[in-house]
């Protein structure tokens, strides 16, 4: 069984920063890549970032690009999104992704969810 644990939020003044860690546990046995996405109340959830386990080839959109990071450590199925210059707009639940896991050999790859940390932007 794979389970995801994410830790880092909390309420931070506009212009702060934040740095959310996300843990995999279980027995895996591999993964295609690693992201996060957040929703805030009433809009739909979207992507904010995603990194390859492979070659590490990141994606941002525009609405954080320059702003957030991505970054993980393979050997410890970690995965991490050093937040910077936060806006109150950033403000929402923020889940990570391990996508394409697999659990054996010859396995589909499946993808697996944390269960969510808030992150507050307010004065």
């Given amino acids: 069984q794979v389970q995801l644990v994410e830790s880092g939020g909390g309420l931070v003044q506009p212009g702060g920063s934040l740095r959310l860690s996300c843990v995999a546990s279980g027995s895996i046995f591999s993964i295609d890549s690693m992201g996060w996405h957040r929703q805030a109340p009433?809009?739909?959830r979207e992507l904010v970032a995603s990194i390859a386990i492979g070659g590490g080839i990141t994606h941002?959109?525009?609405?954080?690009?320059?702003?957030?990071?991505?970054?993980r450590d393979?050997?410890?199925?970690?995965v991490y999104l050093e937040m910077s210059s936060l806006k109150p707009e950033d403000t929402a639940v923020y889940y990570c992704c391990f996508g394409g896991?697999?659990?054996?050999i010859g396995d589909r790859g499946r993808d697996y969810w944390?269960?969510?940390t808030q992150v507050t932007v307010s004065s």
Wanted: proline share 4%; no cysteine; glycine share 14%.
């Fill in 60 to 71: 941002y959109p525009d609405s954080v690009k320059g702003r957030f990071i991505i970054s």
């Fill in 42 to 44: 009433g809009k739909q």
């Fill in 74 to 78: 393979n050997d410890k199925n970690t």
């Fill in 114 to 116: 944390g269960q969510g």
């Fill in 101 to 104: 896991i697999r659990l054996r």
